[in-house]
């Protein structure tokens, strides 16, 4: 049927799905153990919203379901691409993913715990930082030790390396 024969008061707004913690194109979507069990509850969480779902105005009702569905239609791709690191597997001495590090900011006398993990896993909050920052960019690789530059705008920032662990809370 022509739009032009549809009365305006029958026309539905359109479901805007919100989008996932973003993933760079062409970039291995690495998740630690813990992430990948955050992933599955959160599809379980999501399927259950989507039992649950009892609005009786049938508009609202659809809008409610293709909400849901939308976001477990981009969980299941994202966990689709996942690719779960163990930590155990990880070189213990040098900084890679799922690694937590004690940084010391040479400039402030600062001291920062940071642990690398997955995007959907990231929260600054709690010091879990995605492996595609630039912060978690200029200190994979380093050791005990070492002093990285982190670039931070047009400033540089160096870091000391004072402690690298794996641990199974990641």
Excluded: C
Aim: net charge negative.
């Amino acid at each position: 049927m022509s739009r032009g024969f549809v009365r305006e008061g029958d026309q539905e707004e359109p479901v805007v799905i919100p989008q996932r913690a973003v993933l760079p194109d062409n970039v291995i979507n690495y998740v630690t153990p813990s992430g990948m069990n955050q992933l599955r509850e959160e599809l379980n969480s999501l399927e259950k919203d989507f039992a649950g779902i009892a609005v009786e105005d049938e508009k609202e009702r659809r809008r409610e379901q293709t909400l849901v569905l939308g976001k477990i239609k981009l969980l299941k791709e994202r966990m689709n691409s996942a690719r779960p690191i163990l930590l155990e597997e990880q070189p213990q001495d040098e900084i890679r993913f799922g690694a937590t590090v004690k940084v010391k900011n040479l400039e402030l006398k600062t001291h920062q715990v940071l642990t690398i993990t997955g995007v959907d896993e990231a929260n600054v909050a709690q010091g879990k930082i995605a492996f595609t920052t630039p912060i978690a960019r200029a200190v994979i690789g380093a050791k005990v030790g070492d002093t990285v530059d982190f670039k931070l705008g047009h400033e540089n920032r160096p870091l000391r390396i004072e402690d690298i662990q794996y641990g199974s809370g990641t």
